[in-house]
């Protein structure tokens, strides 16, 4: 594989978090802890994989300049740079979510868990919409 490869490895992933975000909220709603812990786990893991894997691809290719013009790259920026500022809080907030549920203080586990997921969910979903614009919608030259 190609370093040129990961960032639809980094994509895919981070649908896959996505995915996982959304079967815990599921099953935490519907009172399934045990699904729930699962799931969560899943999203943990696979997000540190991509984080591993974008921290790879940009350290051996660095910044990749985007190249559309108008409203779409006013958009772009937008996108990425909200994303880039809860990206940076999600490691912290993921690590005070997972240390209140091990430690089994289920309503401080909950209490941050309300700020978490919303702001990962952003992140995922926004890290695909980013690796679209840039790299399938307006590719690099």
Do not use: C
Request: glycine share 2%; charged share 15%.
């Amino acid at each position: 594989m190609a370093f040129t490869d990961l960032p639809l490895v980094n994509a895919l992933l981070n649908t896959t978090s996505t995915v996982f975000l959304l079967l815990g909220y599921y099953y935490i709603r519907r009172k399934r802890k045990a699904a729930h812990k699962k799931a969560m786990i899943a999203a943990l893991v696979t997000s540190s994989v991509f984080l591993l894997s974008y921290l790879i691809y940009h350290y051996n290719v660095g910044s990749v300049k985007f190249t559309a013009e108008g409203t779409v790259r006013t958009v772009y920026f937008t996108i990425l740079l909200t994303h880039t500022v809860l990206a940076a809080a999600v490691p912290p907030l993921a690590i005070v979510t997972v240390v209140k549920a091990l430690r089994e203080r289920f309503d401080k586990h909950k209490r941050i868990a309300r700020w978490t997921l919303p702001i990962w969910l952003y992140v995922s979903v926004t890290g695909v919409a980013i690796y679209l614009m840039l790299y399938q919608f307006y590719p690099p030259a």
